[in-house]
């Protein structure tokens, strides 16, 4: 089963055509990359890059799968992402006396 890591590694390597520059951009070591790819070639069942020394290409099977990584990596940026209209930051409420008990159980319900 591929995992999310593989996914946003092989992102970066199809993005930037190199394992080794994908490495620097995923903060892993250029062999780590290697066999993350060997990885989700292995899960997937399919050659996903044509190696030829330093330089890889992705094959057919990488083209293919290419768009429906960066779907699936955009689609998990946006459940990360915070709603606009969240608020944050710290917050002064001031009331009379009178409603602080009232003010404070409806505070804490929030």
């Known amino acids: ?3 999310l890591r593989m996914l946003k590694t092989f992102r970066a390597v199809a993005r930037t055509g ?12 250029q062999a780590a990359v290697s066999l ?14 044509d190696r030829r020394g330093r330089q ?5 099977h990488g083209l293919t799968i ?4 960066e779907q699936i990596l955009d689609l998990l940026a946006e459940l990360e992402a915070k709603p606009t209209d ?16 009232a003010l404070s159980l409806a505070v804490a319900r929030l």
């Open 18 to 29: 190199s394992f080794s520059t994908a490495a620097e951009k995923v903060a892993l070591t």
């Open 1 to 3: 089963m591929p995992t």
């Open 66 to 69: 290419w768009p429906k990584v």
């Open 86 to 101: 969240a608020m944050e930051g710290p917050v002064t409420i001031g009331a009379l006396v009178s409603v602080i008990g």
């Open 56 to 60: 890889i290409a992705l094959t057919q």
């Open 36 to 49: 993350q790819m060997r990885g989700l070639e292995e899960a997937l069942g399919r050659q996903l890059f």
